[in-house]
Structure formats: structure tokens, C-alpha cells
């Protein structure tokens, strides 16, 4: 991929990006964040503190986020006019049905307009007992673009009382390289992520994954689902080759096999003389895993 030049939107003027990543724009995809260098597996490259938090619960409707959403950004153009500036300068992709505009403190344009931002950029975060505690849209890591197949994985720990969110590479990046995340769990299948990428983001998804799940039939859509490659057995993988699931070593290395988990695995940061770490950690249940031991039995695999 080619090194791309920086671009010098007002957002990246009026927040300098750290320099492990730095914001660009991509034809039919917008602002996005390139590597600068050459990056190692579980570096982090950004630590992000909320523009906007605002709490929510298992039991909180649509309306009620939209209601504490529009409290939230109502507190911030009192107390940080800039800082609401730079909330209305995201991506604002489709706007979701307005349940609470009659009791929105702004008017309905700028309503929509917050709706919409919050939609494309909030993160859920979520209590040590994996429930949504609260949603957070932050001034960096809202220009990660989505890809099916994310090359870096958000971490972050409100259990310890921060709302602050960390990204890590998953394996080495090269540089000029885009920097993605998955918008949701890896997990999901075809019909499901366009869907979602459709209604939420506005955007048709082509990245490589997806070019090759287009043309699965719906019983191998359902078999990803189901646990993807978990599922198949080893001689049945050899046999097929990777033809039909190019991807199987993501879902091997990456993909977190504890029930009901749908986490993905980042290495631990290198230590301080740049070494790579040998263990994974699952960016949603925690669990530590030991590179080369992904059947999780604490014994290395044979190749
Ligand atoms: C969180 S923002 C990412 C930053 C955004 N590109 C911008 O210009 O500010 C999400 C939006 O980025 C765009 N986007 C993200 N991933 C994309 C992809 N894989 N292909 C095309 N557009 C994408 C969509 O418009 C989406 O609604």
C-alpha cells in the first residue's frame, strides 16, 4: 500500500495525531488512520479519552440513550464549546429514528445531526460483567474505519473506573498501511455485519473478507456462525484447502474460543526493548492465551 501523504483536515489540525498513526483521507472512505512506520504485534497505537461519555444500562431503550446522549453534548456546549465543535465535525452517517427530539435541548437539525454522529462513532463499554455501562465517542479513534478482517483491536477498562480506550495491532502493519477495527464481534456473518453496516454507518462493505463470503451459500454462512473454523474439523480444512475460507487462520490465531465470548486477541505490548509478546490477550473476556496454543490446553500445537 502506498505511504500516504497527511492530510491536513481541521480535525487532525486541531488534535495532532499521535504518531504512531496518523489521519488521511481515503477515497470512499474518508478520514482514516495509516501507520507511519512500521508497527510490531501488540504495539499500541492510540490511547483515546472520551470527547463525549454518557452512561447507559441493559434495560435503557433507544430513547433513553438518545435522552443522555442529548444531556451529555448539551453539558459540553456549556462547559467545552470546542470540544462540542469537534463532536459535530465526525462522521455523521444515516440518522437513526428520532425517539426523543421533543425533549432535546437543541433543535431538531442539530438533534439529528448528534444522533447520527453518536451512531457512526460511540463505543459501548461494558461492566466487568460484559453488560453496556455506557457509551463514549472519542476525538481519535472515531476515525478508525471498519474492516471485517481488522488488523487492530480496541481494549479498555471501566471495571477500573476509566473510560479511556487503548488500540492494539494485531500483527505487524506496514507502513502506509490503514489502520481498521471491527465495528462489532468478529464472529458475525455476511448478512449480518452489511446489514448492520448498512443501517448504522452507511456504508456497503468490500473488504476482502466480504468479497469472498458474497459468494458463500447460506449454509456456509451458518457454519461461520457457528463457531467458523471451531467448527470444522481439522482433516475437513486440509481437504478444502483455504480456498473457501481464506480467512481461517483469523479465526484460528484471533478470534476468542470461550463460549459466547466473540472477542478478539491482541498480543500484549512488547516489552520495553521492543520484544514481542508471546501471549494474546481477548479484548472482551480478558483471557490470557499463550501464541501457538490455540486449542487453549496449555500445551503447545503441532503445525
Ligand atoms: C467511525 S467513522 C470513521 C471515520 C470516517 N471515515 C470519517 O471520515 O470521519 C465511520 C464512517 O466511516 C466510513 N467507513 C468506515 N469504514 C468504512 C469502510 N470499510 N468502507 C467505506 N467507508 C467506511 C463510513 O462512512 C462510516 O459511517
Redesign the pocket.
Given at each position: 500500500m502506498l505511504v500516504l501523504p497527511p492530510v491536513s483536515t481541521p480535525m487532525a489540525a486541531a488534535s495532532s495525531p499521535p504518531p504512531l498513526v496518523q489521519v488521511a483521507d481515503l477515497a470512499?472512505?474518508?478520514?482514516?488512520l495509516i501507520a507511519t512506520r512500521h508497527i510490531k504485534p501488540g504495539e499500541i497505537l492510540l490511547s483515546d479519552s472520551p470527547l463525549l461519555l454518557y452512561p447507559s444500562s441493559p434495560a435503557a431503550s433507544d430513547a433513553d440513550d438518545h435522552a443522555a446522549l442529548l444531556r451529555a453534548a448539551h453539558s459540553l456546549s456549556l462547559s467545552s464549546p470546542s470540544s462540542f465543535h469537534q463532536l459535530l465535525s465526525?462522521?455523521a452517517?444515516p440518522t437513526p429514528p428520532v425517539s426523543s427530539s421533543s425533549s432535546s435541548p437543541f433543535p431538531p437539525s442539530l438533534t439529528a445531526t448528534l444522533l447520527a454522529a453518536d451512531r457512526?462513532?460511540a463505543f459501548a463499554l461494558a461492566d466487568a460483567r460484559r453488560r453496556v455501562s455506557a457509551y463514549a465517542i472519542y476525538p481519535l479513534a472515531?476515525?478508525?474505519?471498519?474492516?471485517c478482517l481488522p488488523n487492530a483491536c480496541r481494549f479498555d477498562y471501566p471495571d477500573r473506573g476509566s473510560a479511556d480506550l487503548t488500540v492494539r495491532a494485531l500483527h505487524d502493519i506496514p507502513p502506509g498501511r490503514e489502520v481498521?477495527l471491527s465495528y462489532f464481534p468478529v464472529n458475525w456473518g455476511y448478512k449480518e455485519r452489511q446489514a448492520r453496516l448498512l443501517e448504522d454507518?452507511?456504508?456497503r462493505?468490500?473488504?476482502d473478507r466480504c468479497r469472498v463470503e458474497a459468494n458463500w451459500k447460506d449454509d456456509e454462512e451458518n457454519m461461520e456462525e457457528d463457531g467458523g473454523d471451531e467448527g470444522m474439523a481439522e482433516e475437513e480444512e486440509e481437504e478444502e484447502g483455504d480456498g473457501d475460507f481464506p480467512h481461517a487462520y483469523f479465526f484460528v490465531k484471533f478470534v476468542c474460543d470461550v463460549e459466547n465470548c466473540g472477542g478478539t486477541l491482541a498480543p500484549l505490548p512488547p516489552s520495553d526493548d521492543g520484544t514481542v509478546s508471546d501471549v494474546l490477550e481477548c479484548n472482551v473476556c480478558g483471557k490470557l492465551r499463550k501464541e501457538g496454543d490455540e486449542d487453549g490446553d496449555g500445551e503447545m500445537d503441532d503445525d
Amino acid at each position: 500500500m502506498l505511504v500516504l501523504p497527511p492530510v491536513s483536515t481541521p480535525m487532525a489540525a486541531a488534535s495532532s495525531p499521535p504518531p504512531l498513526v496518523q489521519v488521511a483521507d481515503l477515497a470512499g472512505r474518508g478520514r482514516s488512520l495509516i501507520a507511519t512506520r512500521h508497527i510490531k504485534p501488540g504495539e499500541i497505537l492510540l490511547s483515546d479519552s472520551p470527547l463525549l461519555l454518557y452512561p447507559s444500562s441493559p434495560a435503557a431503550s433507544d430513547a433513553d440513550d438518545h435522552a443522555a446522549l442529548l444531556r451529555a453534548a448539551h453539558s459540553l456546549s456549556l462547559s467545552s464549546p470546542s470540544s462540542f465543535h469537534q463532536l459535530l465535525s465526525l462522521h455523521a452517517g444515516p440518522t437513526p429514528p428520532v425517539s426523543s427530539s421533543s425533549s432535546s435541548p437543541f433543535p431538531p437539525s442539530l438533534t439529528a445531526t448528534l444522533l447520527a454522529a453518536d451512531r457512526s462513532n460511540a463505543f459501548a463499554l461494558a461492566d466487568a460483567r460484559r453488560r453496556v455501562s455506557a457509551y463514549a465517542i472519542y476525538p481519535l479513534a472515531s476515525f478508525f474505519n471498519h474492516d471485517c478482517l481488522p488488523n487492530a483491536c480496541r481494549f479498555d477498562y471501566p471495571d477500573r473506573g476509566s473510560a479511556d480506550l487503548t488500540v492494539r495491532a494485531l500483527h505487524d502493519i506496514p507502513p502506509g498501511r490503514e489502520v481498521c477495527l471491527s465495528y462489532f464481534p468478529v464472529n458475525w456473518g455476511y448478512k449480518e455485519r452489511q446489514a448492520r453496516l448498512l443501517e448504522d454507518y452507511g456504508f456497503r462493505c468490500e473488504c476482502d473478507r466480504c468479497r469472498v463470503e458474497a459468494n458463500w451459500k447460506d449454509d456456509e454462512e451458518n457454519m461461520e456462525e457457528d463457531g467458523g473454523d471451531e467448527g470444522m474439523a481439522e482433516e475437513e480444512e486440509e481437504e478444502e484447502g483455504d480456498g473457501d475460507f481464506p480467512h481461517a487462520y483469523f479465526f484460528v490465531k484471533f478470534v476468542c474460543d470461550v463460549e459466547n465470548c466473540g472477542g478478539t486477541l491482541a498480543p500484549l505490548p512488547p516489552s520495553d526493548d521492543g520484544t514481542v509478546s508471546d501471549v494474546l490477550e481477548c479484548n472482551v473476556c480478558g483471557k490470557l492465551r499463550k501464541e501457538g496454543d490455540e486449542d487453549g490446553d496449555g500445551e503447545m500445537d503441532d503445525d
